[in-house]
């Protein structure tokens, strides 16, 4: 398999993090393609947590080359400060491992500012969003000002940027009743970007050219999607979304090579659902199971440390998330917590205000809103093994389950979590089980246009 992209199928936190993680033994290239430091990705190895916002979920192994690809909005703070946790742990000796686009958009300080003054004044209409300043990034890039990783670099292109981009931001904080950046606080963040700019320097470097000689080479390319399907600004829960296309497609886009590398999807899926922020969610639980599912599953945002709702595994939302994504197979994850239930039940299909049955997912958030789940209950899954070599080790209740989404959901599942270890997992797919081979990559590096 030359390329893999790993998305979402839900509203984000499906365990992406960990898979990439697995995935990335077997690629010589993970790559973020879309989204900022609004994800959190959390890998386990030996006992140990390390959370991941922009670096790509591959950067624990030595031999995987980690790219952000144009599609991602840094904050280069972030950026900064990941790496050099990375570094402080060891992990990220070798810094030709990790390569920025140059033309990936830059989260400035204002952007923050305005995601928080505006979810602010949005009170009960609020979104809800992770106040990372994608939202007000994005719109700027759509916009045609925004700072691009190249300005951020050059100290005095990047400080008549900054007068420019403060001034804008100001008229915008004021009239939402905010404080504007002044004086001596404008000096500083000129100061500060542009130590930023000096340490971010070395790492630009062409993505899109650097997965093309990889797969050349007869390497292996693994997008790493942020965020989910029912996310994504187009095909999600709108206005409820994240500011950027969460779907496979946009692995091509986000990181500078055609459509043909995002053919082969894998789809990540929990065993049931969880949202984190404002907007409908028909399967959701307001019950005491709902409370059991976030204690079992530590559910809990890796990125805002926010409480996630939890409800059933909602198969109606899901066929779209397969739809959207073209995805090709999926992951099921935290089958382990689910198995954890004495009884449980899968969403099957939705039924309007009138009574009428629906599996299509609405476009219209009102109309969401009103959907009842028409649920399917099942008798809880007999207790899992953490290590699993083979699909017959699970316990015939779990196996019968994968079975049911398999035929509900028309597409393979190969990949089964059961833990949020590295290697609590069972691989189905022989093409997907590590067996790295080094090729030779010089790392296109160079912020020249
Ligand atoms: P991501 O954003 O999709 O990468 O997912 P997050 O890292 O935000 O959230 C997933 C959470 O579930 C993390 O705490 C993982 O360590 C954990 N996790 C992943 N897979 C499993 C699993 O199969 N079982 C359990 N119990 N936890 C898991
Ligand atoms: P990962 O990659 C879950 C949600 C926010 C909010 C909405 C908009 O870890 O799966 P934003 O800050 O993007 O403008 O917020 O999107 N959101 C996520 N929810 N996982 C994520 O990322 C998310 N990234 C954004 O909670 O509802
Ligand atoms: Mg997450």
Known sequence: MKSLVCVGAQWGDEGKGKLVDILAENAHVVVRFQGGNNAGHTLVVDGVQTILHLVPSGILHENTTCAIGNGVVVDPEVLVQEVEMLQARGKLDDMSRLVVSPMCHVIMPWHKRLDAAREQASGSHKIGTTRRGIGPTYEDKAARRGIRMYEFIQPQRLTERIRTGVMMANSMLEALGDEPYLGVEIEEMIQRCHKLGEEIAPLLGDVGELIVQIGESGGRVLFEGAQGALLDVDHGT??????????????????????????????????????????????????????????LGGEFGATTGRPRRCGWLDLVALRHAIRINGVTQLAVTKLDVLSKLSEYQVCEAYELPDGTRIDRFPYDPLVLEQVKPVLKAFVGMDDLPSTLNKFEDLPGSAQSFVAYLQEQLGVPVTIISVGPQRGEELILDAALVPNHQSVAVATARGAQA
């Open 238 to 295: 709108y206005p409820y979304v994240t500011s950027s296309n969460c779907a496979a497609a946009q692995a091509a886009l986000g990181s500078g090579v055609g459509p043909a590398w995002a053919s082969e999807v894998l789809g990540v899926t929990k065993a049931y659902t969880t949202r984190v922020g404002e907007g409908p969610f028909p399967s959701e639980l307001h019950t005491a199971v709902g409370e059991q599912l976030r204690e």
